[in-house]
Every structure is written in C-alpha cells, then in structure tokens.
C-alpha cells in the first residue's frame, strides 16, 4: 500500500513559478514510476509527467514541455513538479501517482496504481 500527499498548489499569476511535491509513504517508493496529471474543471483526467523508479528517464506532455520538470528524491520518498511560466490554461487540480512498474513513459491513467488527494494550482491571469 502506498499513501501519497501532495502540497505547493495555490494561486499564481501568469507567468509565474510553483513547485509541486508529493510525499509517499511505504517501503517501495524507489522501485516505482511516478507521475503527475491534472484535471481542469469539465475536463478528463490528463497527463502531465512521468519519471522512472531511478530519476533517469522523464517525460513531459507536448504542452508543457519546457515549462515544466518532473523530479524524485529517493531518500526522502518525494517527487516533484516544478512549474514555470504558468499560464491560465495550466489552472486545474494536480494529482501525483505511484505506477505498479518501474520504467519511463508511462502516460496512461490506468498504468498507475495509487493516487494523492490532489492539489488546486490557480494560475490568474
């Protein structure tokens, strides 16, 4: 069983930086693929980042690439999400995930196996 907590949401002008973190409880955190989605208003479920068990391969979503950057801290069982150059259309609730596997590229909703409450990140413009 894995618990995830995320925190750093909240209300930032456009243009503007935020970075998201996600703490996991259990003893399997580093052998896991992480990931980060979000979820507008009306809106499915979306990828956004993805990194494997080792931090050595990431993957971004096409809209995002180059604003934002997925990063893990093993020993402190925490992944990141650095957001720059926010715009209103990143406005929506981030959810950070644990997958079942170990490798890079896993975009799929239904590759993941544990979800975080979600964090609200309000981008004004």
């Known amino acids: 069983q894995v618990q995830l907590v995320e925190s750093g949401g909240g209300l930032v002008q456009a243009g503007g930086s935020l970075r998201l973190s996600c703490a996991a409880s259990?003893?399997?955190?580093?052998?896991?693929?992480m990931g980060w989605f979000r979820q507008a208003p009306g809106k499915e479920r979306q990828f956004v980042a993805t990194?494997?068990?080792?931090?050595?391969?990431?993957y971004t979503e096409e809209s995002v690439k180059g604003r934002f950057a997925i990063s893990r801290d093993n020993a402190k069982n925490t992944v990141y999400l650095q957001m720059n150059s926010l715009k209103p259309e990143d406005t929506a609730v981030y959810y950070c995930?644990?997958?079942?596997?170990?490798?890079?590229?896993?975009?799929?909703?239904?590759?993941?196996?544990?979800w975080g409450q979600g964090t609200q990140v309000t981008v004004s413009s």
């Open positions: 259990g003893r399997t955190f580093s052998s896991v693929a």
């Open positions: 995930a644990a997958s079942s596997g170990s490798g890079g590229y896993l975009y799929r909703r239904d590759q993941y196996n544990y």
């Open positions: 990194i494997n068990s080792r931090g050595s391969i990431t």
